[in-house]
């Protein structure tokens, strides 16, 4: 079995590999970009690159069923799982290709894959860890709501720290396999196979992305990434009684505090939630480099440099979620502690990083 488990990652990453490859080679006959990416206001690349690099790692991902045969648990879980991301898969694809949905219709979609995964599986969010919430998890419309609101948060936030050269891969590759960490000492041998393959589908895909990208993750891409992590995460919460969420909430943490940070931020300023800006944390590191060292010809430099600086972050969260995976209170604590220093660090960029720039002005004035 564990031959069979190496054999069948191995075929994984080689798939997303040349998948990957092929649609590099054809996407300018396959593609005609009517996007206009270079000149989107939270652009932070300077030549044009197809957006449709979900099609290698979820193709990888179908492929590798035929490994999973032997494996009647695994092979099930896979399919209803992989079954589960279609709607969004699709409606993702449509806008990397040019035919551009709202951020509403992506979001409904992935709604629609949610309810395909607990009509297929059964499962969602059992409990809560938090004072008077877990009382109404008891009832299970509230508590399948409140599965589909954040795991539809989970899934557009991976979507939204998509804006440096390998920022969204690497942060998927590493909560996969703070997954299947959690998973593997749960013995769900299942749910951890399922996570490690995940991760090694997203590193072929990685090797052409990143540091210097020919190929973009895409909207079908990060959207269907972040679903089945969520949805992971929630069957193994169903599963593991003694896990809890603070956990998990620790290995989401930097998409999810990102993408509340988004929303607020628009709202004080009177602005759409939709609309996008420039002012996410990695574009803030990003602007921050080039400010300070490089200047802003450089942003192919900047651009994979702002992620390789911002990956401690990110994974020392996700650590931290493996570490406590069975601990609720002093995950609960570890999360409050991670939310004010994502605060304070962010704030603290963003002053420094605005005196540096003004300074710069008043020199080449």
Known sequence: MFDQSISTAIF???SSVLISSVLIVFSKRLIKNKRGDLQAVQATHVTPVPRIGGIAIVSALFLSLAFQF????????????????????????????????????RILAAAASGAIFMWLFGEWLPRADFPGLEFA???????IMLSMFLTVGVSHAFNLIDGLN???????????????????????????DIMIL???????????????????????GAYSIGHMLAWMSV????????????AILLIFFWPVADTILAIAR?????????????????????????IIFLGRQQRRISNPLAT????????????????????????????????????????????IAKKMRNRRHRCIS
């Open 137 to 143: 998890m008891q009832w299970a419309p509230f508590a």
């Open 235 to 246: 069957s193994i919460l169903w599963h593991a009684d003694d896990v809890t969420p603070w």
């Open 308 to 351: 390789v600086i911002m990956l401690p972050f990110i994974v020392t969260p996700m650590w931290a979620g493996v570490m406590l995976a069975t601990d609720s209170m002093y995950a609960a604590i570890t999360v409050l502690v991670c939310t004010f220093l994502f605060i304070t660090t962010y704030a603290t960029c963003l002053t």
């Open 12 to 14: 994984v990453f080689i």
């Open 166 to 192: 390998g920022l969204a891969s690497l942060t998927a590759i590493a909560a996969a396999l703070a997954l299947a960490m959690i998973a593997n000492a749960t013995e769900l041998n299942a749910h951890r």
């Open 266 to 290: 628009r709202l004080a300023k009177g602005r759409p939630i939709a609309n996008p800006d420039r002012l996410h944390f990695h574009q803030l590191i990003m602007r921050a480099v080039e």
């Open 198 to 220: 995940l991760a090694v589908a997203i590193f072929g895909f990685l090797l052409l992305n990143f540091p210097f990208p020919k190929i973009f993750l895409g909207d079908a």
């Open 70 to 105: 032997g494996d009647a648990q695994q092979g099930n879980l896979s399919s209803k799982l992989l079954l589960s991301i279609v709607p969004i898969f699709f409606i993702g694809l449509s806008e990397d290709l040019g035919l551009l949905t709202s951020p509403k219709v």
